[in-house]
């Protein structure tokens, strides 16, 4: 018997678990989560979902055979259905165990989410702290309910929300990912880290913002030079740094890369950037400490558009960006969406020529998705007064490339022959080497390599 076990669920879509082969990385949330809980002497183990080897039988095999005493969800909002049948899963085996669930999805859709018999718990934002206070009262009899900040819950008198917690600072003084309950052999991207937690955007499409409150809280560079030597140790072959946008200190950023030169980390990486980052001439210095590519949101090739966004970007720090990267010798990784409040036919047309410019003009790899009103986003709870009509509540929809709802200016016909159309004339015009952000159908009747019925549940 273990304490807890932690899962995460995974999509149902199979072109996002087609490009999981290309692309998957460790959940390292929950890594961290399982990190804290093990300094706090409760055994732990890890399951994720997302990988092919981990299928509903393999689920209940889990279960029987570890028998955990509580378990914890994390989830996205497209992979949020699947989260629900996880839970029913563990459920079946056994009604007593608890089943917590995290993530941004979960955060604002309390209420929906606690209408399902099959959670006992949500926990809002955050979940270390939350989750090792709520282990300490249902595991040890520790602490009272009332007081876990960040925590709800259903009782037979309704749904209670305990206070926010605040978010976490100090982040040197929690321990690194417990990466050695994954099999990390089975991830494209092992190499992957964070430097920093949130985002100091509050863009109108990303939940981002308001998860973190637009703030971004940062490691010391020191801290994280420790988790490189790890992942060094660990021979992982490159690294990403998942943090939402590695450059929004430039100062920090730089003393990273100078002790990574002077420790001879020596491996690629790759990152995201703001376009209107700080000096774009900086992507050099980023270049010599081995960056090869960096991931630009672009979204829109209409300023109008673009403006309306809460971004605060313009197309000229675009093409400063892109330029400065492609300039370094980085090559520049961007993306568009179609389909944004103030889309129209004539403004998403400008965004798949801008697309196609800068994939002929810099040698870019750009990928173009379909606008999704995401819970907690203000395209979400401000919809109406955005002109926006949501017309899909399935949320295994909610997948960057399924129209779920309606522009003032765009049905949902329209937004799909022109994502059909951007994708189209992107990969027609790619450059020779340039296939990668558009691979190639999966062939479904090859069992053995695709595999999708085990995401279906």
């Not at 990403?240 to 002790?259: G, H, K, P």
């Not at 001879?264 to 590519?293: H, K, Q, Y």
Request: aromatic share 8%; hydrophobic share 40%; charged share 25%.
């Amino acid at each position: 018997m273990i304490d807890l076990a932690l899962i995460s669920s995974p999509t149902s879509s199979p072109l996002a678990a087609s490009a999981a082969e290309f692309a998957s990385t460790p959940p390292l949330g929950l890594a961290y989560l399982a990190a804290v809980l093990r300094k706090n002497r409760y055994e732990v183990q890890i399951v994720d979902m997302n990988l092919r080897c981990c299928t509903p039988k393999y689920l209940r095999r889990f279960l029987a055979i570890k028998r955990p005493r509580m378990v914890g969800i994390s989830t996205l909002t497209e992979s949020y259905p699947n989260a629900v049948r996880i839970a029913k899963i563990v459920k079946e085996f056994c009604r007593e165990i608890s089943v917590v669930v995290g993530g941004p999805h979960v955060t604002f859709m309390v209420e929906q989410v606690l209408n399902h018999n099959c959670f006992d718990f949500v926990i809002c934002r955050e979940g270390e702290l939350t989750l090792l206070e709520l282990a300490n009262y249902q595991l040890r009899g520790e602490g009272h309910l009332e007081e876990i900040l960040g925590l709800c819950w259903r009782s037979r008198d309704g749904i209670h929300r305990a206070p926010p917690r605040p978010l976490i600072e100090g982040l040197d003084n929690y321990p690194l990912p417990a990466r050695d309950l994954l099999p990390m052999e089975k991830y494209h991207n092992a190499g992957a880290l964070i430097t920093g937690r949130g985002c100091p955007g509050r863009c109108i499409f990303c939940s981002a913002g308001a998860m973190s409150g637009g703030r971004y809280r940062k490691r010391s560079p020191q801290n994280v030079l420790s988790e490189l030597h790890v992942l060094r140790q660990m021979k992982v072959r490159s690294l990403i740094f998942v943090d939402d946008s590695l450059t929004a200190n430039l100062e920090r950023l730089d003393r990273i890369l100078f002790m990574m030169e002077q420790e001879g980390i020596g491996l690629p990486w790759v990152c995201e950037s703001r376009v209107d980052i700080e000096d774009p001439a900086f992507f050099e210095r980023m270049a010599r400490a081995g960056c090869t590519n960096v991931q630009l949101g672009v979204e829109s090739g209409s300023q109008r558009v673009l403006s309306k966004l809460a971004k605060g970007t313009n197309l000229d720090q675009v093409l400063a960006a892109v330029e400065g990267a492609s300039r370094a010798g980085i090559g520049p990784m961007c993306s568009f969406m179609i389909g944004l409040p103030e889309d129209t036919m004539e403004t998403a047309m400008q965004t798949i020529q801008f697309a196609e410019e800068l994939q002929r003009d810099y040698y870019a790899q750009v990928g173009i998705s379909i606008a999704t009103p995401f819970p907690g986003t203000p395209m979400f709870r401000k919809a109406r007064r955005l002109g926006l009509t949501i017309k899909e509540k399935d949320y295994e929809l909610y997948n960057l490339h399924t129209p779920v709802m309606e522009t003032k200016h765009l049905s949902i016909e329209q937004i799909r022959n022109l994502h059909f159309e951007s994708v189209e004339r992107l990969r027609r015009t790619a450059r020779p080497g340039m296939w990668s952000l558009f691979p190639p159908p999966p062939d479904l009747s090859r069992s053995e390599v695709y595999d999708f019925q085990q995401y279906l549940y």
